[in-house]
């Protein structure tokens, strides 16, 4: 199977070639910015029907495509990428000690089908080390990620309780996605 992953994000071009996908990869023109929800569940869904949306105004569907958004949220607020160091240390301190969940949406879109999946994943994390958190901040991890936050990284120490898929805090929930891959393989 061959697919395009129209999204930027090194960590769901990883999770696809964990899994043996072939991919090509394309960045998407989406100006998320745009979008008027606060609520998360309707964000991320917009978001990511908005990317699909971009890729198909300008590709055809000559092989399937994956788009996929995901947010974090504490304290009901959508945690964005930070636009700067300052800006990842106050999402970061909002999420330590708290109860914290990530949406990812995603979107498969073939000749044959199109899968849309929402999944949640809530991590309650032990309060952050600061000066570990200080040291997190001066590197670049933290950059390009919704919530600054790494789940597989920085916060997997602070983790005191999950409910849900790692995969699906980390932008592309890969258990719900592989049947719908393989179904689609077999309809070729």
């Avoid at 061959?2 to 899994?19: D, E, F, V």
């Avoid at 960045?27 to 964000?43: A, Q, R, V």
């Avoid at 930070?82 to 909002?94: G, T, Y």
């Avoid at 000690?97 to 899968?115: A, D, R």
Wanted: hydrophobic share 40%.
């Amino acid at each position: 199977m061959r697919l395009i992953l129209a999204s930027k994000s090194p960590t769901r071009a990883k999770i696809l070639k964990r899994h043996a996908i072939g991919f090509s990869q394309v960045s998407i023109d989406f100006d998320e910015d745009s979008l008027g929800y606060s609520n998360p569940k309707d964000f991320v869904y917009h978001a990511t029907k908005g990317k699909i949306g971009a890729y198909l105004s300008k590709h055809n569907l000559d092989f399937p495509v994956l788009c996929a958004d995901t947010v974090v949220c504490a304290d009901d607020l959508i945690l964005r990428k930070a636009k700067d160091k300052e800006d990842a240390k106050e999402i970061l301190l909002r999420q330590s000690g708290n109860s914290v969940s990530i949406l990812t949406c995603m979107i498969y879109k073939s000749k044959k089908m199109e899968f849309i999946d929402l999944s949640t994943t809530k991590y309650l994390f032990k309060p952050f080390d600061m000066d570990k958190l200080e040291a997190y901040l001066d590197g670049d991890e933290w950059k390009g990620k919704a919530g600054a936050c790494m789940v597989e990284g920085f916060c997997k120490k602070y983790i005191k309780e999950v409910i849900g898929l790692q995969s699906t805090a980390m932008g592309l929930s890969i258990e719900r996605l592989m049947p719908f891959i393989e179904l689609d393989d077999v309809f070729k």
